[in-house]
């Protein structure tokens, strides 16, 4: 079994940036469709952004523009770069992995998040305010 490490969350003023990282161990980063997920009410995660083992990145239309999914494999680490970050990008993130293509991950119900994402990270927390 794998795990996931979550890191650079923080507080940020709007219109500033992020860089959260997830530390893989247990398979390699390009084995598998990673993603960003952040929470919603209490048991609802939402996708953000995705990436999978084609190197097909996706991302929610409320972040195109502004996050960047991206992979280090020397590393073996996924990133999410945060630019203009607004008060409702406010949440906990979470790294989660799965063997959904890149481009369904958006498209999970979330009785299909819970039930087809196989490993989450322990979540970092990024707020936005002024």
């Known amino acids: 079994q794998g795990q996931l490490l979550e890191s650079g969350g923080g507080s940020v003023q709007p219109g500033g940036s992020l860089t959260l990282a997830c530390v893989v161990s247990?398979?390699?980063?390009?084995?598998?469709?990673l993603a960003w997920f952040r929470q919603g009410s209490e048991d609802e995660r939402a996708a953000v952004a995705a990436?999978?083992?084609?190197?097909?990145?996706v991302y929610a239309d409320s972040v195109k523009e502004r996050f960047t999914i991206s992979l280090d494999g020397a590393k073996n680490t996924l990133y999410l770069q945060m630019n203009n970050l607004k008060p409702e990008d406010t949440s906990m993130y979470y790294c989660?992995?799965?063997?959904?293509?890149?481009?369904?991950?958006?498209?999970?119900?979330?009785?299909?998040?819970?039930?087809?994402?196989?490993?989450w990270g322990q979540g970092t927390q990024v707020t936005v305010s002024s």
């Open positions: 247990g398979f390699s980063v390009s084995s598998t469709t």
């Open positions: 989660a992995s799965t063997l959904v293509p890149a481009r369904d991950v958006l498209r999970l119900t979330q009785t299909l998040v819970w039930r087809l994402i196989n490993l």
């Open positions: 990436i999978d083992m084609d190197g097909e990145r």
